[in-house]
């Protein structure tokens, strides 16, 4: 068996087979990722240096997204590569419909603030709850492949750590959001 190390040196290195086709969605979709975890992490950063009272759980935001963009990242070397074929199938929808409820939670927690708190909430939570539940039943396509030994340890470990990216990132901003966002009216009124 090799180490670790060389499983991921040989997944990552992968990336140099990339078509045209292949390096737009990853440079789309990892950067979309980058794009959230710099937003927030901004955001949150001048509050905190503003002296707004943002809650821990608002610091979690970012560094969910942080750890699930880096997790990505590297996972989707694989899916643009050697799991290409088998994602054409029922997982590549899995992931999209994943994708469409993350972004939606994303966008309607967002909406969630102020006035749109009533309406945009409910919707907010449904949509997060199924992005977890699609990523549920991506983990259950995956560990069927890799119980089949047509996955790897690589791809396995990426996944558990864009679980606890997700998991992080969506459970902390629904929280935040629940709790009436705390700190982001003084961060806007100290920023304008």
């Given at each position: 068996?090799?180490?670790?190390?060389?499983?991921?040196r040989t997944y990552v290195g992968r990336i140099r087979t990339f078509d045209r086709?292949?390096?737009?969605?990853?440079?789309?979709?990892?950067?979309?990722?980058?794009?959230?975890?710099?937003?927030?992490?901004?955001?949150?950063?001048?509050?905190?240096?503003?002296?707004?009272?943002?809650?821990?759980?608002?610091?979690?935001?970012?560094?969910?997204?942080?750890?699930?963009?880096?997790?990505?990242?590297?996972?989707?070397?694989?899916?643009?590569?050697?799991?290409?074929?088998?994602?054409?199938?029922?997982?590549?929808?899995?992931?999209?419909?994943?994708?469409?409820?993350?972004?939606?939670?994303?966008?309607?927690?967002?909406?969630?603030?102020?006035?749109?708190?009533?309406?945009?909430?409910?919707?907010?939570?449904?949509?997060?709850?199924?992005?977890?539940?699609?990523?549920?039943?991506?983990?259950?396509?995956?560990?069927?492949?890799?119980?089949?030994?047509?996955?790897?340890?690589?791809?396995?470990?990426?996944?558990?750590?864009?679980?606890?990216?997700?998991?992080?990132?969506?459970?902390?901003?629904?929280?935040?959001?629940?709790?009436g966002y705390a700190g982001v009216a003084e961060t806007i009124a100290r920023v304008?």
């Open positions: 068996m090799t180490s670790f190390a060389s499983d991921l086709a292949d390096w737009i969605v990853y440079v789309v979709w990892v950067g979309l990722m980058v794009g959230l975890t710099l937003s927030t992490l901004a955001f949150v950063t001048l509050g905190r240096l503003r002296g707004a009272p943002l809650p821990t759980s608002a610091s979690l935001v970012p560094a969910g997204a942080a750890i699930f963009t880096v997790a990505i990242a590297v996972d989707t070397i694989g899916h643009r590569t050697v799991y290409k074929a088998v994602l054409a199938r029922a997982e590549g929808l899995v992931h999209g419909i994943t994708i469409f409820c993350g972004i939606a939670s994303c966008i309607l927690l967002c909406a969630s603030y102020g006035g749109g708190r009533g309406t945009f909430f409910i919707p907010a939570t449904v949509f997060t709850l199924l992005s977890f539940v699609y990523s549920l039943v991506d983990e259950a396509f995956h560990w069927h492949r890799y119980w089949s030994a047509s996955s790897d340890r690589v791809e396995m470990w990426s996944h558990v750590f864009i679980l606890i990216g997700h998991g992080t990132m969506m459970m902390a901003w629904w929280l935040w959001a629940y709790r304008s």
